[in-house]
């Protein structure tokens, strides 16, 4: 089992930065792919960025692609996503979750994150 807690949410302005952290608890978390996923109203929940278990492989969707980067550090059981240059369509809860694979989509990962609220004002 694995037990997910995001932070670092908040108000923030266009073109500011946030870092959201996401603390795991349980053994083997360096065997996990870990993810960050976002959901607005009305819209579906969306892969945002990945990161594999060594850290050594990333992925990102297109919109966040050059402003958003993902990291993690195994010895502290976190991950990390650090966002620049916010824009107010970033405004979402974003999720972080985790999965044995190296996957983009959603139903591959077991574990998940309460969330935490980011909006980002025009």
């Known amino acids: 089992q694995v037990q997910l807690v995001e932070s670092g949410g908040g108000l923030v302005q266009a073109g500011g930065s946030l870092r959201l952290s996401c603390a795991a608890s349980?053994?083997?978390?360096?065997?996990?792919?870990m993810a960050w996923f976002r959901q607005s109203p009305g819209k579906e929940r969306e892969f945002v960025a990945l990161?594999?278990?060594?850290?050594?492989?990333?992925n990102y969707d297109d919109s966040v692609l050059g402003r958003f980067t993902v990291s993690r550090d195994n010895a502290k059981n976190t991950v990390y996503l650090q966002m620049n240059s916010l824009k107010p369509e970033d405004t979402a809860v974003y999720y972080c979750?985790?999965?044995?694979?190296?996957?983009?989509?959603?139903?591959?990962?077991?574990?998940w994150g309460q969330g935490t609220q980011v909006t980002v004002s025009s």
């Open positions: 979750a985790a999965s044995t694979f190296f996957v983009l989509h959603s139903g591959a990962y077991s574990y």
């Open positions: 349980g053994r083997l978390f360096s065997t996990y792919a």
């Open positions: 990161i594999s278990g060594t850290g050594g492989r990333t």
